[in-house]
Every structure is written in C-alpha cells, then in structure tokens.
C-alpha cells in the first residue's frame, strides 16, 4: 500500500522557519522523483520544488533561495526546508512521487499525500 504521510506544518510568523518531512512507503522510493506542491485557498495547487532521483534538484521561482528540498533514500524521506516564510507562503503542502524519476514542475507525479498545513502570521 503506497503511502506518502507529510508532517511538520504549523503556525509561524513571518520570518520564522518550517521543516517539512514526508515519509513514502508501498513504493520504490530510490528510483522515484519525489516533489513538494501547495495550494492556498482560492488558488491552483503550484509547484514548490522537486528532487529527481539522483538528486538533481528544481525550484519554483517563489522559493528559491528560501526553501530547500532534500531527501533520505536510506529513511524513504523527502523534506522542504523553509526559511524567511512569508504571509504568501500560507498554503496546504502536499508532497507527491513522480514515479519516471524526474521530479519535475510539469512531471506527472503518481501519488500524493493528504497534506499539510503551513499558516504565516505578518
């Protein structure tokens, strides 16, 4: 059974930092691309970042410099490092698999989990 739990989302204020944890199983974690979306409300779900197989790694715009994606094949982790967040960045994140390995924005990811969300006060 393919799971994908993310966990760590909460309320910070800006500036503030959040780690993001998602932890896979039912699946070939080391060969999947694995990427990290949101969706705040009233808006389309968008793509934050992805991290392919061999760990070369994508970033939407809104988060370079700010965020960072990285993964534990050995834990079947995958994890969003999100630092000087911004009242913009209130949003369900949602992690998703890429089951071609690529992890990338325009990539179809196979599964997805439930979310989590992530609030940041001004």
């Known amino acids: 059974q393919v799971q994908l739990v993310e966990s760590g989302g909460g309320l910070v204020q800006a500036g503030g930092s959040l780690r993001l944890s998602c932890a896979a199983s039912g699946f070939t974690f080391t060969s999947y691309g694995m990427g990290w979306f949101r969706q705040a409300p009233g808006k389309e779900r968008e793509f934050v970042a992805g991290?392919?197989?061999?760990?070369?790694?994508y970033y939407a715009d809104s988060g370079k410099g700010r965020f960072t994606i990285s993964r534990d094949n050995a834990k079947n982790m995958v994890y969003l490092q999100m630092n000087s967040l911004k009242p913009e960045d209130t949003a369900v994140y949602y992690c998703?698999?890429?089951?071609?390995?690529?992890?990338?924005?325009?990539?179809?990811?196979?599964?997805w989990g439930q979310g989590t969300q992530v609030t940041v006060s001004s």
């Open positions: 998703a698999a890429d089951a071609r390995g690529w992890g990338q924005p325009d990539s179809r990811y196979t599964y």
């Open positions: 991290i392919r197989w061999n760990s070369n790694i």
